[in-house]
């Protein structure tokens, strides 16, 4: 080997250090993408209890979330989807149990579909794949790893701005819709998550949240949020918010307040309450930065265990009427995560380089969201036993004016079910194909295709679904296909 000279070599490193320093400063830097909120405006309300639910009636309500992962993510949201959509077709008319799905929340790749149903409902999936999952959601990203340029920037903040994913998203499928659009159609409480990187919590697209910023989340393009969910630390720059402090009289709801000095309150909760009190103070937060919503709860469960506990009665966030009507809920995690990579453990070297960093980040990233979704299934499971006493403490005119009848009441007659949809409800060979492809927002149509119908068989076979489908009139075979063709009621 030829040697080269030390003074040579530091010839040379000066002008390329230089350099990389001077590109550093070329790092993306986002603007603010939110409005002030007046103090004669009125925030929109997208939440649970804004909603009379369209499953009332049947007293059948879902609630669905939807994984971090790209364009994997969103192509087996998309297969879940589309399977509950032919499940209970005869019975239910064409969309199936979409009928009843009253809520989605999504996270990164999978806030694209969760954004997606709520601005379109069920009407929309016949188009989603050729408008989106086949297409290059990267066209307007710089992401070669060849190129100096691009990882200098990421190393420096961001390899992208706000700009490229977000302008895919708004020319592909959005067209500048906002929050304000998507409430007014009305298909589903949709909630987006993020990552408030600053106070290490989820930071969820809410009214509470912008109540706090003083801003106004009716005039936010549903596009900023996705794009922020989905910001992936060094592909992205930080989403910027500004904290409008001084825009709006805001008073802190008693609900967080009582959370915060709540020494019975979960840490989850008092964490969220100091995060929207840093919001109020200047000294604190001028900005607001977001990243990748999986970097604190990649199910995207977070919003659902809040709803809850800002609720001051036992039913809550259901209005009395749906909470004596209420008789099955099923909530569904489209779970869109690779299973883990042994291959460096084979050998003693490693991991190194973006392979050590890669695993850390899945290491923490799983871990929050695992939390989070054992959070989620207790509160859930506390809710349905507040909401059994609730029932069962109502006098029978009571239950006739909320129900309008009792023929048939049951108080206790009320069935939770919560599972994950993942690649373990396929074979082993599919999920073998599955496991290699790769976490980004552009995948070959095959793969796209071949993640649909993995959406689509681990639907079919997930057993907390089928367990609700048994439990529901009209439905006899273990698979959910339809045993009679009326419609769907709460055995």
């Not at 320093?21 to 405006?41: F, K, Y």
């Not at 099923?330 to 779970?335: D, E, G, P």
């Not at 239950?399 to 206790?412: E, I, K, N, P």
């Amino acid at each position: 080997m030829i040697s080269m000279p030390v003074s040579i070599l530091r010839a040379c490193a000066a002008p390329i250090l230089g350099a990389l320093l001077s590109l550093a400063g070329c790092s993306a830097v986002n603007d603010p993408i939110n409005q002030t909120l007046s103090e004669t405006d009125t925030q929109l309300d997208t939440g649970l209890d804004a909603r009379v639910s369209n499953g009332a009636d049947d007293g059948i309500y879902i609630g669905l979330a939807f994984s971090g992962g790209g364009m994997r993510a969103s192509a087996f949201g998309h297969g879940m989807l589309e399977e509950l959509r032919a499940t209970a077709q005869q019975a239910n008319g064409r969309n199936g149990l979409l009928e009843h799905v009253e809520l989605v929340s999504g996270v990164s790749g999978g806030s694209v579909t969760a954004a997606f149903y709520g601005l379109y409902g069920p009407n929309g999936l016949n188009r989603y794949r050729e408008q989106y999952l086949i297409q290059n959601a990267e066209k307007y990203m710089a992401n070669s790893p060849l190129n100096p340029l691009t990882i200098v920037r990421g190393l420096s903040g961001g390899a992208n701005s706000r700009n490229t994913f977000a302008r895919f998203l708004d020319e592909s499928i959005f067209k500048n819709a906002t929050f304000a659009d998507m409430a007014a159609r009305g298909h589903a409480v949709t909630w987006i998550n993020a990552a408030d990187i600053a106070n290490n919590t989820p930071f969820l697209f809410s009214p509470e949240t912008f109540d706090a910023l003083c801003s106004d989340l009716g005039a936010l393009p549903v596009s900023e949020a996705v794009a922020a969910s989905a910001a992936f630390p060094l592909v992205f720059s930080p989403i910027v918010l500004e904290a409008h402090t001084n825009a709006c009289n805001y008073s802190e709801p008693d609900w967080l307040t009582a959370a915060r000095h709540n020494p019975e309150a979960s840490s989850a909760m008092r964490a969220y309450g100091k995060t929207l009190e840093s919001y109020r103070d200047p000294k604190k937060v001028k900005f607001v930065k977001l990243l990748d919503g999986g970097i604190t709860d990649n199910f995207g469960t977070t919003g659902l265990t809040m709803a809850r506990a800002k609720s001051k009665t036992p039913h809550g966030p259901l209005s009395p009427q749906e909470a004596v009507k209420l008789r099955r809920m099923l909530f569904l995690v489209a779970n869109a995560g690779v299973q883990s990579d042994y291959g460096w453990t084979q050998k003693k070297k490693g991991p190194g380089g973006g392979q050590l960093i890669m695993s850390i980040a899945k290491s923490s990233m799983g871990s929050a969201t695992r939390v989070g979704y054992d959070v989620m299934r207790l509160t859930l499971d506390d809710w349905v036993t507040d909401l059994i006493e609730y029932r069962c403490g109502l006098s029978l005119s009571q239950v006739r004016a909320l129900r309008g009848s009792t023929a048939g009441w049951d108080c206790q007659d009320v069935k939770l079910f919560v599972g994950q949809v993942s690649f373990e409800g396929v074979d082993a060979d599919q999920r073998d194909a599955l496991n290699a492809i790769p976490t980004r927002l552009r995948l070959k149509t095959e793969e796209v295709d071949a993640v649909i119908q993995a959406g689509r068989d681990a639907t079919r076979s997930n057993p907390e679904l089928n367990g609700f489908l048994r439990s529901i009139d009209g439905f006899a075979d273990p698979l959910g296909r339809i045993a009679g063709a009326r419609r769907i009621t709460p055995q």
